[in-house]
């Protein structure tokens, strides 16, 4: 049986919300709340690294994306109209069912499997995203080992995580989940990466990081990117030239 990153107990707790995934109002309104602002940001990374034109309706034609941890596909579904061929792959068999029938009500061609990135045999993927995954799985220097043996020769790769701080532990956890924001039990804080440790997993991966760019969010303003990594950060990197 192959080694597996897969926490059992967090694949349930995320199984249970798959039906809701889509609402904008339900359990994953935060994410939906959060999604333009990071797919803005992944465009303009996904423009820097392959010298793509920023009006190009299509950056990623002709290219393989892989997601790990796509829950019911809302970071997939945007990379599949941005051109790309996309696998999504998530520990949950309930968020990959939801994920198959929004993506067939949308007309979209995903490849959405069940499982682990240690499953995968094709280290091939030119993009590999994992957004607010790696604080969820059980070794995070294996997982992070994994997505970069999915990345192909000149490929980028970009994840995200909340940040080990008093801020993340306060907003995310004392406020999100106490007010019922993000469903209670979501986040175990000691779970949180710092960035020098992330840093570290992903050159002992044995790639290189590109870019560093934090996530802030204000009542007022909502979400929004900038150098303050203190609440949550995306960290971005590809094979070393």
Same mark, same amino acid.
């Given at each position: @049986? ?8 967090? !694949? ?12 904008? %109002?339900?359990?994953?309104? @935060? ?6 602002? =990071?797919?803005?940001?992944? =465009? ?18 002709? %290219?393989?994306?892989?997601?790990? +941890? ?9 990379? !599949? ?18 994920? %198959?029938?929004?993506? $067939? ?36 220097? !294996?997982?992070?080992? +994994? ?16 940040? =080990? ?28 990466? %710092?960035?020098?440790?992330? =840093? ?7 790639? !290189? ?27 971005? $990197?590809?094979?070393?030239?």
């Amino acid at each position: @049986m192959t080694d597996t990153t897969i926490d059992p107990n967090e !694949a349930a707790h995320f199984g249970r919300l798959a039906a809701d995934w889509w609402n904008p %109002k339900g359990s994953s309104a @935060m994410l939906h709340r959060l999604n333009p602002v =990071r797919l803005g940001y992944l =465009r303009e990374r996904i423009d820097a690294h392959w010298g793509s034109d920023a009006s190009a309706y299509a950056p990623l034609a002709g %290219k393989r994306a892989l997601d790990v +941890g796509c829950g019911a596909g809302l970071l997939c579904e945007p990379l !599949a109209r941005m051109g790309a061929a996309v696998t999504g792959l998530d520990a949950a068999p309930e968020n990959i069912a939801a994920a %198959k029938t929004h993506a $067939a009500q949308s007309g979209l061609s995903i490849d959405y499997r069940t499982g682990s990135v240690e499953d995968l045999d094709d280290a091939s993927f030119d993009l590999v995203t994992s957004l607010e995954v790696i604080e969820h799985v059980s070794d995070p220097a !294996a997982f992070v080992r +994994g997505l970069a043996r999915a990345l192909a020769p000149g490929g980028l790769m970009i994840l995200s995580t909340p940040n =080990r701080t008093a801020l993340s532990r306060i907003a995310l956890i004392t406020v999100a989940e106490g007010l019922g924001h993000i469903p209670r039990g979501t986040h175990d804080w000691s779970q949180f990466l %710092k960035p020098d440790e992330l =840093r570290a997993l992903i050159s002992g991966a044995g790639l !290189a990081i590109a870019d560093m760019r934090g996530l802030r969010f204000s009542p007022l303003t909502g979400f929004a990117m900038g150098d303050d990594l203190s609440l949550n950060y995306f960290a971005v $990197a590809h094979h070393p030239v």
